[in-house]
């Protein structure tokens, strides 16, 4: 609602009605809000209209005037002088009045620039405490760019880490790559060893029967078939070289040692019987090179 200076009057007019004086406090107080500047205008001209609504009341002509005009007229300037003097107490008594309204007015304006003070003390309170508030926000949205910048410095080291450890993970993927198809060339060179090692076995086996059913055989066929199994020794001497080289070799793949090792074990099972059986062999031939001397003698 807006205030306006007839809501002002009215206001006044219905505080004079319950016998209370209409200063800028209490008008104020009723309306609830306002400038104290409109509502001291707004009362001088109220406090105007009242004095003039009660001059007219006054300066109304006696009505024994108004009948007895032809016959009073010569007492007419007596009369005027007593109004005049009337008038003249009347405007004194105004003046008195207004002086009092004046004296009330300024005591009204010290009691409103006393409340304005205090508003103002008030107000420079909260100032204060706004203030001391803002540097406070102010140290804190400090703190708080520090911290990101400090985060923000974190995030980047952490993603140039993050960009490493990828780097190096494609670099092992790659290896496990090339370590895995070496795996399975070292895989497939067992499986040759393994079936070249079962040929030389079954070789053995092969010449080991020949031997027993030559054994009354002229010593020349012994010495072949012992050149043969020197042959055969020679043979898997290489292989056991190539199985040393090729367990030097598994050693770079961790995955695969184990199986290396079975089948370098299983190797040394073979030639260790290998071994075994030519050192049985060597009696048989003994036998072999007997028998025919002592057909001879």
């Not at 205008?41 to 005009?69: D, F, M």
């Not at 079936?195 to 072949?224: G, M, P, W, Y």
């Not at 089948?263 to 060597?282: C, G, R, Y």
Request: aromatic letters at 2%.
């Amino acid at each position: 609602m807006t205030i306006t200076v007839e809501l002002i009057h009215a206001t006044a007019d219905e505080l004079y009605s319950q016998g209370i004086k209409p200063t800028q406090i209490s008008v104020r107080k009723a309306l609830g809000k306002g400038s104290f500047s409109t509502i001291s205008e707004a009362l001088r001209s109220w406090r105007a209209e009242q004095e003039t609504v009660a001059e007219l009341a006054q300066v109304v002509l006696p009505q024994e005037i108004a009948e007895r005009a032809e016959t009073l007229v010569a007492q007419l300037w007596g009369m005027a002088q007593s109004i005049a003097n009337e008038k003249l107490a009347e405007e004194r008594e105004a003046l008195a009045t207004a002086r009092t309204n004046m004296d009330m007015e300024m005591a009204d304006m010290a009691e409103v620039v006393a409340m304005l003070e205090s508003e103002q003390a008030d107000m420079a309170e909260q100032v204060e405490r706004l203030e001391a508030k803002i540097k406070e926000l102010q140290a804190q949205r400090d703190g708080l760019q520090s911290e990101l910048a400090q985060s923000r410095t974190e995030c980047t080291n952490l993603n140039d880490k993050l960009t490493d450890r990828e780097k190096y993970t494609e670099e092992l993927e790659k290896r496990v790559i090339e370590l895995t198809g070496e795996n399975k060339g070292m895989i497939a060179e067992i499986a040759r060893l393994t079936s070249r090692n079962q040929f030389k076995n079954d070789e053995i086996k092969r010449l080991e029967a020949e031997l027993d059913k030559t054994t009354l055989l002229h010593q020349a066929q012994s010495e072949v078939a012992k050149k043969e199994l020197e042959a055969v020794r020679a043979e898997l001497s290489e292989a056991v070289k190539d199985n040393a080289k090729l367990q030097g070799k598994l050693e770079l793949s961790a995955d695969n040692q184990a199986k290396v090792d079975k089948t370098i074990e299983s190797q040394a099972d073979k030639i260790a019987e290998l071994t075994v059986m030519i050192a049985e062999l060597k009696p048989a031939r003994a036998k072999t090179t007997k028998k025919p001397t002592a057909k001879a003698e």
